[in-house]
């Protein structure tokens, strides 16, 4: 058996974007990791007779639109064009590709980043794009003088709002996702330029739109508004309550109707899960489906080798109004159903691991989009995700092998789980990977690897770095300990208490690791985690000198600093720690690792990212600088051009690296020489 090696991820298809027509038509976005281009490769497949067939080759499709039996999708392809885009000037072109043989034909373009589009009829649609006003401010007519207007402005930064940039997206002061109504050859914004839209959807058969958003000039609140555009242009504020509500999803269910997910967030703050209702937005008609706050409405299960697919997927409805959608329960995700008449909440799935995203389907003997069955990109077990199509009484049935090849023949170390109880009397689910070639009489050296979050989960399916460390000669331990997701909101909520019950949990987990396999060298532990996987990396290093090594991921260690510096700082500080600023000081500091960093002792790694926005390189240096001034060793490694995604979706040759990295600073001393 091969082993798994440091860029086995290149072997898998990353299939995401679910799409049918109105005609049960299916297709979807396959990507692949080149390192030969140190990029991914992201072309349109069809689903036909069950079987993926790649209908693109341009390697840059990132988004597509059924219009009837066509697809319309952007793609930058002139050469023209192309130089154009890289003088950093916003073009989208529009590709429509036809059923049969035959090239993609242009369709329309527009000067701007479009991020969404929803198609009323040929000529007439919806979409949202990125407005920026410096961009607005640009001649038109004159490229050249654009070019280098713009090349001006980028030599300086002007900050007047917050947050002023963004994980993923750069520097993103006074830009916002705006909507746009397009009709007859004619471009007409719906939205004003400081509205930011998150989400929109048509409402079928009617040429209206519901969108969520919020507006702002100086600073973001975390609440957002409901707005329905009708079909004369007039926009009117339907949210489910006057201020200070966050809607998360929703769907059309009849005349004027909508199931709406959403939350006050005053019993567990911003983690709070949405609850559901049945809403007339035109009578101001509410009832309550479920207010448990037990129901996430997504997958936060974690793998390295997924893509597309996270939080607020498509909700789907089929013909008797009955609503799916995807939910995390425990250590898997699965598909779930509202019955608005009965008020009542089923799990569809049998299986356990990851669904990252479905939509409504045939029966084998119907047409494809019927609704009778679903077709969901899944994770079971070991293998890659697949294609799967998913009864409603929960049978299933893989459709695709597209990445078989990535498993077969190399040596997996299946993930063993089991449980224990913590102080509170929860149960906690952890698991061991093995090491490649076990032999019960040696002794191994083992890697703590702790999830971000905190509010998501680990669960069995693969995980590329984890296999690969297996097969370095290390076993792997991971668990879900308070405050991760699946539990309910209760569990989740360690608001005011990072680096307790979350600490004790996972220290808890790596003594009875010990004790069931005493196979693993004690003296020869060592501890890893991104985001709040990395918080708790820093952390552990100041609170226990049980580690011999430590690599301290994306990480944060001052949650003064990250207050004032980071997307989500300004609110999310003072959310989970329970205090602000200037009032709480004291509680910030103390659960800072960097108040700690004196004790720590364990040769530390740092990897962090120059625009990771979300827990900004600051956290990183911090921590990195201080054990360096107390004459701990320790190294960091900061990626150029990569984000708080690193691990996930970095350029490939630089998640390679990161790898390498950290296999390097365990191997230094962790293995026996």
């Known amino acids: 058996m091969k082993p798994i090696a440091i860029d086995h991820f290149c072997n898998y298809l990353f299939p995401s974007s679910l799409k049918s027509n109105e005609n049960g038509r299916i297709a979807f976005i396959g990507k692949r990791a080149s390192l030969e281009d140190n990029k991914y490769l992201s072309d349109l497949y069809l689903l036909e007779n069950g079987k993926p067939v790649k209908l693109t080759a341009s390697g840059g499709i990132q988004a597509f639109y059924w219009l009837g039996d066509s697809l319309v999708f952007p793609d930058i392809r002139k050469e023209k064009d192309k130089a154009y885009t890289e003088k950093k000037l916003p073009l989208s072109v529009l590709q429509r590709l036809s059923p049969g043989p035959g090239e993609a034909q242009e369709f329309v373009r527009f000067a701007m980043t479009l991020t969404d589009m929803a198609f009323v009829s040929e000529n007439e649609f919806f979409f949202t794009a990125v407005y920026d006003p410096r961009i607005e401010r640009l001649p038109a007519d004159d490229e050249e003088k654009a070019t280098k207007t713009l090349k001006e402005e980028n030599e300086y930064i002007v900050f007047d709002e917050i947050p002023f940039w963004r994980n993923g997206e750069g520097v993103t002061n006074k830009k916002r996702n705006r909507l746009y109504h397009y009709s007859g050859g004619t471009t007409e914004a719906v939205t004003d330029p ?24 100086d600073k973001m609140d975390t609440s957002n508004e409901l707005f329905l555009h009708e079909k004369d242009g007039s926009l009117k504020n339907i949210s489910f309550e006057p201020s200070g509500f966050d809607h998360q999803n929703f769907i059309s269910a009849g005349a004027d109707t909508i199931v709406l997910q959403g939350t006050d967030r005053k019993e567990y703050g911003l983690n709070q899960n949405g609850d559901f209702f049945l809403y007339n937005y035109v009578t101001g008609e509410k009832t309550v ?45 699965h598909i779930m159903s509202i019955d608005p008449g009965t008020r009542k909440l089923s799990r569809i799935t049998a299986e356990n691991g990851l669904v990252q995203e479905f939509i409504l389907s045939g029966g084998p003997d119907t047409n494809e989009g ?20 998913i009864e409603k009484n929960g049978r299933e049935t893989r459709l695709t092998t597209m990445n078989a090849g990535a498993i077969e023949g190399y040596a997996v170390s299946t993930p063993e789980s089991f449980t224990f109880r913590n102080e509170a009397g929860d149960e906690i ?55 991760s997701d699946g539990k309910g909101a209760k569990f989740a909520d360690i608001r005011g208490k990072y680096g307790t019950v979350d600490y004790n949990d996972i220290m808890t987990f790596v003594d009875k690791c010990l004790e069931r396999n005493p196979w693993m060298d ?19 290093i100041g609170h226990t000198q049980r580690f011999k090594a430590a690599a301290a991921q994306r990480s944060i260690s001052n949650w003064l600093s990250l207050s004032n510096t980071t997307d989500i700082g300004y609110y999310f500080s003072q959310d989970q720690i329970g205090e602000d600023l200037w009032s709480g000081t004291d509680k910030l500091w103390w659960h800072s690792p960097l108040k700690y960093a004196d004790r720590v002792r364990t040769p530390t790694l740092f990897i962090h990212s120059d625009e990771d926005y979300r827990c900004w390189m600051a956290e990183g240096l911090q921590m990195y600088s201080a054990l360096k001034y107390h004459g701990v060793d320790a190294r960091m490694c900061l990626f150029r051009g990569e984000n708080h995604e690193l691990s996930r979706s970095g350029l490939p040759k630089h998640r390679i690296r990161r790898l390498d990295e950290i296999m390097k600073w365990f191997d230094k001393y962790l293995k026996c020489t």
């Open 194 to 217: 400081f509205t930011d839209v998150l989400k929109f959807s048509l409402i079928p058969d009617s040429g209206r739109v519901i969108f969520i958003s919020t507006r702002f000039t």
């Open 289 to 333: 489906i479920d207010d448990s706050h037990n129901h996430n409405g997504y997958n936060s299960v974690g793998s390295d080798v997924k893509m597309g697919g996270g939080q607020g997927p498509e909700w789907q409805i089929d013909k008797t109004g009955i609503v799916y959608f995807t939910e995390t329960i425990d250590d898997s995700s």
């Open 370 to 389: 019927s609704g009778d069955s679903f077709i969901a990109i899944a994770m079971r077990g070991n293998d890659g995700p697949e294609l799967y199509r």
């Open 429 to 483: 689910r952890g698991w061991i990977i093995k090491p490649s070639g076990f032999d019960p009489v040696a002794q191994y050296p083992v890697i703590l690897d702790i999830h971000g979050g905190p509010k998501t989960v680990y669960g069995s399916v693969f995980f590329h770095e984890m296999q690969y460390w297996a097969s370095c000669g290390y076993a792997v331990i991971f668990c879900n300990p308070t405050g």
């Open 522 to 540: 004690a003296d020869r532990l060592g501890v890893t985690g991104g985001s709040y996987g990395g918080f708790m990396t820093n952390w552990v």
